[in-house]
């Protein structure tokens, strides 16, 4: 017969041999996450390049000249055009803002019903609370043309 340390023997060899069988399954499981990890890392690192190449480009000052050029109606400042604040005249609260016509449009081209201005508001003591509600109805700018 097999005595009882032989069988005591083949039990923990084999108890050995399915802990050495998990942990090298483990480690193996282990080593193709790191690689998928570090692959994903290389294919972010050089979305990350394209990104700042990409960046680099629309960024390009005279790039960005040309474009200002052909979408915007803006002019270097003028010397002329530089004011302090003690040279510009007090506003009056009674007297409402001018109208500024928006340039390369017709006077007159605007709606009639865009052109009417909101009655000026009332002084009160206490100005109220900041509200994070939408005003009911349109609102009216008329100063650009279009309506909100």
């Not at 700042?52 to 002329?80: G, I």
């Amino acid at each position: 017969m097999i005595g009882k340390s032989t069988i005591v023997w083949i039990a923990v060899s084999c108890a050995a041999s399915g802990i050495l069988y998990q942990t090298s399954y483990k480690a193996q499981e282990q080593e193709q996450q790191l690689a998928r990890l570090n692959r994903a890392i290389v294919a972010e690192q050089e979305a990350i390049q394209v990104l700042k190449a990409e960046w680099a480009y629309l960024n390009d000052p005279t790039r960005l000249e040309k474009l200002s050029a052909e979408h915007l109606l803006l002019q270097p400042t003028r010397a002329a055009q530089i004011a302090t604040l003690a040279s510009l005249p007090d506003k009056d609260p009674n007297q409402p803002a001018p109208f500024t016509p928006i340039p390369g449009r017709k006077p007159g081209s605007a709606r009639p019903d865009m052109i009417e201005r909101a009655p000026a508001p009332k002084a009160s003591p206490v100005p109220p609370a900041p509200s994070r509600r939408q005003p009911e109805g349109p609102v009216i700018l008329a100063k650009y043309g279009a309506t909100r």
